[in-house]
């Protein structure tokens, strides 16, 4: 199975640009890159997605390389509310799935 | 405005006593997807139905299973739960099966087995 890396924690303090990226080698050709965010006992939420070079909307930024085996998810000035786990999703390359496998997630803890 | 309601948001059931939870959508998507989330743990994908079809994951127990009755709704019925089965069941949904289709949540329900 296709798999995504991701730090397992970070930190960070109200007003910084908090950057997460995530490393997926094996990513199949056609996949999109798809980032969602999850608060404790809430379903996950989607925050971007993107294919290639950058996608921004009014939450975040998704930076993706020519190479496409990793992927930045970017948040211009986290606030306390920002605090929360963030999951990478790929498709699979050896089955051709869907991206329907979650990655560990990195936690993000943010600090006044 | 809810687009993935899942009823009950907290459920107690008994070792051994069957439990149903229950997802309805308004978005009209023609999948839908029942996931596993323990304590710590990233979700982990059980089943999924497109439209009437029934796609199990390999690795999922039959102790688990689903039915769809309809476009709306979706059920997961747990037949024998045990202590191991105590976690948070999420919902969710999607236009269709392309890569690019977003998943849709709903706030899951937590399930406790005592």
């Known amino acids: 199975l296709a798999k995504t890396t991701q730090p397992i924690s970070m930190d960070s303090y109200e007003g910084q640009e908090v950057n997460i990226t995530c490393s997926h080698n094996?990513?199949?050709?056609?996949?999109?890159i798809t980032w969602y965010q999850q608060f404790p006992s809430q379903g996950p939420r989607f925050i971007i997605q993107?294919?290639?070079t950058k996608v921004t909307n009014e939450v975040a930024s998704l930076f993706i390389p020519a190479d496409r085996k990793s992927s930045t998810l970017s948040l211009p000035r986290v606030s306390l509310s920002d605090t929360a786990v963030y999951y990478c999703?790929?498709?699979?390359?050896?089955?051709?799935?869907?991206?329907?496998?979650f990655g560990s997630g990195t936690r993000l803890q943010v600090q006044p | 405005d809810a687009m993935v309601i899942q009823n009950p948001r907290y459920q107690v059931t008994q070792f051994g006593k069957p439990v149903t939870l229950s997802c309805s959508q308004t978005l009209n998507h023609n999948v839908m997807y029942w996931y596993q989330q323990k304590s710590s743990q990233a979700p982990k994908l059980l089943f999924h139905?497109?439209?009437?079809?029934?796609?199990n994951e390999a690795d999922t127990p039959d102790n688990f299973q689903s039915r769809r009755p309809n476009t709306s709704f979706c059920f997961l019925d747990i037949r024998s739960p045990g202590l191991g089965d105590a976690a948070m069941y999420l919902c969710?949904?999607?236009?269709?099966?392309?890569?690019?289709?977003?998943?849709?949540f709903g706030p899951g329900t937590r399930l406790t087995v005592l």
């Open positions: 139905y497109y439209d009437k079809d029934f796609n």
């Open positions: 993107g294919y290639k």
């Open positions: 969710a949904t999607s236009r269709d099966r392309e890569r690019g289709d977003t998943q849709y």
């Open positions: 094996n990513i199949a050709t056609n996949d999109y």
């Open positions: 999703l790929v498709g699979d390359a050896d089955t051709g799935r869907r991206a329907l496998t």
